[in-house]
């Protein structure tokens, strides 16, 4: 699709090029303003003023540049993050005719002043000539390795195709390339790369700074100034890509809406998902212009007055478009982060207390001031006439409402309202909170554990405590209410019994002259990581990567999820690190005996097993029982 506005939708509505030009950034079929090759034509076609990002990395690029220092710069990471954008700026930046850029070639020199050679690489995938890609990987190992002063590489790249080119470079040479190691220890374990090799690595920016700067970048855009002439917008009539833009302003909710999806895409991030800057862009135009009933699911400025004729501005529902309820179901999936959102379930999951709020809540006086200040005060997308309507059809004509579909219409406007609350609940709502309309019910307790440990402040003791009982139960299979100490059980051998009674060792909740648990930031993957000492000394120590997923599994654990009712995956990890703390006990068991092999044992014959039982407060102990093997 083209991102030129046609000369009537320009001249009828003032902002219709801008409109236009944003509506091919959202997840249309081709998505081509989302490829930065497609960007600078469009942007001259349309003649509207481009969608800027700041860009960090650029600046430091641009200084090692300038500075003189020898070796070559690889600009690293997956698909959509910025690796030609970057490439390209650093091109103008120091001082590359940006005509000569749009050239289709994607190997360029440029003659700096002070007599080196840049040679860029637009995207290292369009060099597929094996000859030409040998060249560009021979200049950068010799650049590397201090052979090569005068010429210097500037190549953009994904992680897994330069690594590949490297082997099988290496192949065709008959060696080990020298490189390929180094840098995949650099991408995997964030290792230091070789001195004389600056890599700017994109993939590992992407987080809630990221989304903050996009969607400031696109709804604080000037061109929506031109809104404020239109005759789509007034008091009398509400405009869905102007009230969308608002929202994402915080104009109605002092930001809270971005913060709550902020939170989404932090706790998505530590679950392994990467959002690159392209779906970002394309989550941001989706919000403010998807709409049920237009074409391709986004609008464009000549849909409005059609949508608004129709009386249909609600199904252009912000809070349905973050998750991409406009598209269709393939083309959403087509967008890691809509598969990314999904998995929060908002929408499907919700809470007893929200359900009656919104089903019978204009009709129940208790909880009427509730429903009037949480859904009848969202005029536009909230308590509207055709939801009070199918409201009403539901409830007074239920088996006419099965004849007529009316049921089907009124529970998935129900699910449009499940997301809405999800964003619009306060944070101090007590009879309704907002994370129980997720699948991550515990994702709050998780980020602001992250947070406090990332400050170096405690765990708040009421997490702490969960934690250790849902580990306990996890580690034993029985429904113990401990929170002072770990039991690392068995059920008598290295087995992954899901019910073991054998107390092997037990340690403190919390960590004391080095034996304990514990709880810090790991600093590969920046998630909390829960560890298990029993033994001073790093010898003793196991420790358990804490993603939200599995930090949501121990807390419904703790509160009286059977194990394997939540999460197989989930129980299997939690299993595996049981049996590395039981083979830690083992070592430390034999280490131990030997050291006291110089003096007799008087327990001949005998054989002390610890085993765990209950008291009817639900604490459990281990209880030592010593049973004869011998005469």
């Known amino acids: 699709m083209s991102a030129t506005p046609s000369s ?21 079929p081709n998505d081509l303003t989302l490829f930065d090759e497609y960007v600078v034509g469009a942007i001259g076609r349309a003649k509207v003023q481009p969608i800027t990002l700041d860009s960090p990395q650029l600046e430091e690029m641009r200084l090692r540049v300038e500075s003189g220092a020898h070796g070559s710069l690889l600009i690293a990471g997956t698909a959509g993050d ?5 490439c390209r700026s650093l091109w103008g930046a120091l001082g590359g005719d940006p005509c000569e850029w749009l050239i289709s070639a994607p190997v360029k020199t440029l003659a700096l002043a002070d007599g080196r050679i840049a040679v860029f690489v637009k995207d290292l995938s369009a060099v597929s000539d094996e000859r030409k890609s040998d060249e560009v990987l021979e200049l950068l190992e010799r650049s590397v390795l201090g052979e090569e002063n005068k010429q210097f590489l500037v190549v953009a790249a994904n992680h897994g195709q330069i690594l590949e080119r490297l082997r099988n470079l290496g192949l065709r040479q008959g060696r080990v390339h020298p490189l390929r190691k180094p840098l995949q220890d650099a991408f995997l374990l964030a290792s230091k790369a070789p001195e004389r090799l600056a890599i700017f690595d994109l993939s590992r920016t992407a987080r809630r700074h990221s989304l903050d700067e996009v969607l400031s970048a696109v709804a604080g855009h000037a061109e929506w100034e031109n809104c404020a002439k239109c005759s789509l917008r007034s008091p009398e009539r509400l405009c869905p890509i102007y009230e969308n833009r608002e929202r994402l302003l915080g104009a109605t909710d002092r930001g809270r809406f971005v913060r709550r999806l902020g939170d989404l895409v932090e706790v998505a991030r530590l679950n392994g998902w990467h959002l690159p800057v392209r779906d970002l862009l394309a989550l941001t135009a989706n919000m403010i212009l998807g709409h049920k ?49 999904a998995t929060f379930g908002i929408g499907e999951e919700t809470s007893n207390g929200a359900d009656g709020l919104l089903v019978y809540g204009a009709d129940d006086g208790n909880l009427l001031d509730a429903f009037n200040r949480l859904v009848k005060a969202d005029s536009a997308y909230g308590a509207t006439p055709s939801y009070l309507a199918a409201q009403l059809r539901y409830l007074e004509g239920e088996e006419i409402a099965r004849i007529d579909g009316g049921a089907a219409d009124f529970l998935a406007r129900l699910e449009t309202q499940r997301r809405r609350l999800f964003f619009t609940l306060p944070d101090d709502e007590r009879d309704y909170p907002f994370w129980d309309m997720t699948a991550f019910r515990f994702a709050g307790d998780y980020l602001n554990m992250s947070a406090a440990l990332a400050e170096r402040k405690p765990v708040d003791e009421t997490v702490r405590a969960r934690m250790v009982r849902g580990l306990n139960r996890v580690m034993t299979g029985l429904l113990i209410e401990n929170n002072d100490r770990v039991f690392v059980a068995s059920s008598g051998g290295f087995t992954q019994s899901r019910i073991s009674v054998l107390c092997d060792t037990e340690a403190p909740a919390r960590r004391v002259g080095g034996v304990g648990m514990s709880v810090k930031i790991d600093a590969l993957t920046e998630r909390p990581a829960l560890g298990v000492s029993l033994a001073q000394g790093e010898g003793g120590s196991t420790t358990f990567n804490l993603s939200p997923v ?82």
């Open 8 to 28: 009537q939708d320009a001249g009828a509505v003032p902002a219709g090029a801008w409109v236009r030009f944003l509506r091919s950034y959202g997840p249309t």
């Open 82 to 86: 910025g690796k030609t954008y970057h």
């Open 293 to 341: 009933d237009a074409r391709e699911g986004l609008l464009s400025c000549a849909d409005v007055a059609k949508i608004q004729e129709a009386g249909k501005t609600e199904n252009g529902s912000i809070y349905d478009n973050v998750f991409g309820v406009n598209l269709p179901r393939k083309r959403a999936n087509d967008h890691q982060v809509f598969r990314a959102l």
């Open 550 to 631: 599995r930090f949501e599994f121990l807390c419904r654990v703790a509160e009286g999820a059977l194990p394997g009712s939540f999460s197989n995956e989930c129980l299997e990890d939690m299993l595996a690190f049981k049996a590395k703390l039981l083979r830690k006990a083992e070592l430390l068991r034999i280490e131990r005996l030997s050291h006291d092999d110089e003096e007799p044992s008087e327990d001949n014959g005998a054989l002390t097993l610890n085993f765990i039982e209950i008291e009817q407060n639900g604490h459990g102990f281990s209880r030592p029982i010593t049973v004869r093997t011998g005469s």
